[in-house]
């Protein structure tokens, strides 16, 4: 069954869209079973993997219409274990036409309900801001990766996301949780960075990724080739980093799994115990 994490900030140019090329086609490498969404209008992701918006037919917003099932609009990319839902700027549109739908905030959710054991992962990128876009995606996830620019304004941006995440919870999607804090466009060589870095690992302790993403050219490049930056330069800084935040959330993922049956195990065995001591 898949995890379905949104990829989510409410603030623009903080590294979303750039994570969710590349720890999809991260998790891809090492060989799980990734569906990429692009739900933001600007269809970055979508040209990220290879799509620009001249090349891509149907789309999400056919699948939020009703008109198309997701699996009619998914692509294939580079990466055998990484297919793509794209979208063009036409999402926009989705935005006004399900106003009035009763079901308009679940759209997406039912969409992907098929799917979900199909893949290992599923990645929502969402749009910089809160409409009826996020709040499908945000519906329609587990769980919230958020992506965090260490600069000044940084926490006051998350505080606000933070508070969303909370009306989510509170009304649409009980179960939601944060999968974690991603820093991102890390510059060791200024102050500025690491203060950040060290206040939001002070207020989030291991809610924060141990991997961090820093500043790097051969990542900002990669997008206008089509790629994500493991098929563009694997040696890369940005490469290995997206590499280490995968195997983290594999190892994360496993160990959670581990946790039911270790302790369903435990009682298993202290029942045993008993049973021969009563014996």
Same mark, same amino acid.
């Given at each position: ?7 989510? =900030?409410?603030?623009?140019g903080?590294?979303?869209? &750039?994570t969710?090329? =590349? ?6 490498a090492a060989?799980?079973r ?10 970055n992701l979508?040209s990220?993997?290879?799509? %620009?918006? &001249?090349e891509v037919?149907?789309?999400?917003y056919?699948v ?22 794209p979208?063009? &700027?036409?999402l ?14 679940q759209?997406l959710?039912?969409?992907l309900?098929?799917l ?17 876009l996020?709040l ?10 958020v %992506?965090?620019q260490c ?13 969303t ?6 009304s649409v999607n009980?179960?939601?949780s944060?999968?974690g804090?991603l820093?991102?466009?890390?510059d ?6 690491r ?5 939001v690992?002070q207020?989030?302790g291991?809610?924060v990724?141990?991997?961090?993403v820093p500043r ?6 990669a997008?206008?080739f ?10 890369s800084?940005?490469a290995?980093?997206y ?9 994360k993922h ?7 049956r270790s302790?369903?195990g ?7 115990r ?6």
């Open positions: 069954m898949a995890r379905t994490i949104a990829i989510a =900030n409410q603030k623009g903080v590294g979303k869209t &750039t969710a090329v =590349n720890l999809g086609a991260s998790l891809a060989e799980q990734v569906l990429a969404v692009d739900m933001d209008p600007q269809g979508s990220g993997l290879g799509y %620009p918006k &001249t037919g149907a789309h999400v056919h939020l219409g009703g008109e198309m099932s997701a699996e009619e609009v998914m692509l294939d990319t580079e990466l055998e274990y990484l297919k793509l839902l979208t063009t &700027t036409d926009i549109g989705a935005e006004l036409e399900l106003v009035d739908a009763l079901d308009r905030h759209r959710a039912e969409a309900a098929p979900a054991r199909r893949f290992d992962y599923i990645l929502i990128d969402c749009p910089p801001s809160l409409g009826l996020t499908n995606s945000l519906v329609a996830a587990d769980t919230v990766l %992506p965090l600069e000044y304004y940084a926490l006051e941006g998350l505080g606000h996301l933070l508070s995440i909370e009306r989510v919870r509170g009980p179960n939601i944060i999968e804090i820093l991102c466009m890390y060791k060589r200024t102050n500025l960075t203060q950040v870095a060290a206040e690992r207020h989030f291991s809610q990724f141990e991997s961090i790097n050219v051969r990542l900002s490049e997008p206008s089509g790629k994500p930056v493991l098929l563009y330069d694997i040696d800084a940005g290995r980093a590499l280490q935040l995968a195997r983290e959330l594999i190892d496993a160990r959670s799994a581990r946790k039911p302790t369903a435990r009682k298993t065995r202290t029942r045993r008993r049973s021969a001591s009563q014996g």
